[in-house]
């Protein structure tokens, strides 16, 4: 997700609703691995580790996934696949620092490139990052899922992030979604879409899907003729960043493990037919970002089967809609999103979305700071160079965005965050993300009684300290070095400290 140009959080792999690892940054604006002869050296005698599996199938694979997009070669750039508590496995042209161990493997693509560590990645203890940093290099990171296919599938949908950062030509903008993308006709017209878009799919080549194509394009031109340019923005910026990679995950493991492409256009119909409401709280989120993994994805084939050569024009920054649009064999009318209106229940889709809308509040970051009585505030002051990072899972409740720069997490199952000078974890707590103030980043965890400071009730501090500060409160830990305190401040309810990265004066 990217709330906005302010302080973007980079969401790694959230369509399979599995913990994110979030980069914040401020802006101005089984083997059994048995000991080899040489020190510092450990050689796979077998395969029944989980991790390992996926990396021999991707070093196998690596030669025909490089055809998914033209230039995308996520082997040769290597990743990181890991399971906490168990370690992590690494493959890469560049040897990495301790406590990262070389393995040797008869895999010839593994060969002089494979690595293992014993311990869990520092700050990632579950979820995905599309760099996590080794050295001076980043790699995407990969949680182990259940099965080689799932997990091959997650790598190269978060790869494919890493590779859009230096190929795709424009930045992601915010991601901020306003009130008006979201009432009942706009969310209507968003399932109409999906439900058109299942429909072409399934119907395969032919006069009936182009007919069905050229009437989701005319119900989206005509939802977007009606929305703001910020979320016109959004939505063709998410179906472009997310719903390609949603495409190139399942395309390349497909073809990495020689299995039937088929499965990838049923998979994405499947996507298209499933109830967002399972996806997320916020209305925003689950009617643009959710929704993107499999629109995108599903106007990605549909311009395969039309013989459209979108990719590179995709990466030039042509919105997905509008290559549609151009490859289309009829032109969208109003005809036909009468049709289809008629045709896939768009009335009762309406009906459904009133009767859901959800009451709006006049001030919801009240509200939510009314969930607990005591608040732990960290305040980072830095400059635009400071990139730490989170890693979280959002549980079942999501998060919310009332506005650019402020993220709402009402009952995180996990939250996790390094590399500031500190390390905080959360688990189970409301917790805010607030970049208003930007070059300021603010992390509030709404807590049920006073954190204390190393088991004690906190003092006023102003400046460093030696040694390392200890604050708890229920399911909450910080360790911060004091090296890197500015100040304490007490207020009724309220431990506000304020911190600088390391390096920063």
Known sequence: MMPDAAVAFQC???QRTRPARVRVRILTTAAFVIPAAGPGCATVGSTNDDALDVMVAAARGASAVDTVWPGYRPFDHGFIIFEPGSGAWLTTDEPPP??????????PGLRDRLYHRSTDLPGLTGGIDTEYPIGEEGYPAVEIDPGTAGTLATLYHEAFHTWQHSNFSDAPSGEFVPASGTTPAAVAAIELERRILAAALGAGAGARADSLTAAFLAVRMQRLAEASDTVRTVDRMLERLEGTANLVGYQAAATALGRDPERVRTTIIAMLEADLADHAVDLANRYYRWRAYGTGAAIGLLLDRLGSDWRAQTAAGTPLDSLLLRAARIAPSPSLMAFAQD??????LLLDARRDAPAVSADPLAEFLARAPHRLVIEIVADSGFSPS??????SEGWTTPEPSLTLLTAPSRASMTGAGFDLSVTNRPLIIDGRAAPLLRLVVLLPEAARVNGTAPTAITGPIDGTLRFTGKGTELLLRGANLLSIRLDPGVLTLRVRPPGET
């Open 343 to 348: 045709r896939f229940g768009y009335d009762d």
């Open 12 to 14: 790694r792999g959230e």
């Open 390 to 395: 989170m890693s979280f899972d959002p549980g």
């Open 98 to 107: 301790a406590p990262w161990t070389a393995v040797h493997s008869a895999e």
